[in-house]
């Protein structure tokens, strides 16, 4: 899994992760671990096609992000960012977020106006307007003051996700 870049920059997956609960990206940044590579990363990280080409590596200075983006693909003049999920989910929200911020990952060397979230082979288009941008940016501002204090944040108060977290074992607070 790909979060914090040897260059200190942030990364989507790291922002996906912040989502889910606040304490995950901590514990990454400060006890220095991440999860094993899923099925579902080694399927994404193989894809690639005739059309289009994937596992594209972007980094936005100014914004301090670098990504990985899963697909990429030309359409006219349009650069179109492909963010792809193996599982279905009912909760898109992180991965929409991760799919923006790959997006504006990848804006230093691409004209983006859209992305698209595919989940399980189904598709979600995403238009990158002001408001998704800064509703984005916000959470990234959060996630690198949460990465770099000194304390952990609160946890995710849902024990679902507690139960089935990976970092459970790392956590300060189970």
Avoid at 5 to 16: A, D, E, F
Avoid at 106 to 133: F, P, S
């Amino acid at each position: 899994m790909y979060y914090l870049s040897r260059t200190g920059n942030l990364t989507p997956s790291m922002l996906k992760q912040y989502l889910y609960c606040p304490v995950i990206p901590w514990i990454i940044t400060n006890y220095n671990v991440s999860e094993p590579v899923t099925d579902s990363m080694k399927i994404s990280s193989s894809t690639q096609t005739a059309e289009n080409k994937g596992q594209i590596k972007v980094r936005n200075k100014k914004l301090e992000l670098t990504s990985i983006i899963d697909e990429i693909k030309q359409s006219g003049k349009q650069t179109i960012i492909i963010e792809k999920k193996t599982y279905p989910t009912k909760h898109l929200t992180r991965y929409k977020q991760q799919t923006i911020a790959t997006a504006l990952a990848a804006t230093t060397k691409y004209r983006i106006r859209y992305a698209i979230l595919e989940v399980a082979g189904k598709k979600y288009e995403i238009e990158l307007t002001e408001t998704e941008i800064s509703q984005t940016k916000l959470f990234l501002e959060k996630l690198r003051k949460t990465i770099t204090s000194e304390k952990p944040p609160p946890a995710n108060p849902e024990p679902q996700k507690c139960r089935n977290c990976w970092y459970k074992r790392y956590c300060p607070y189970t």
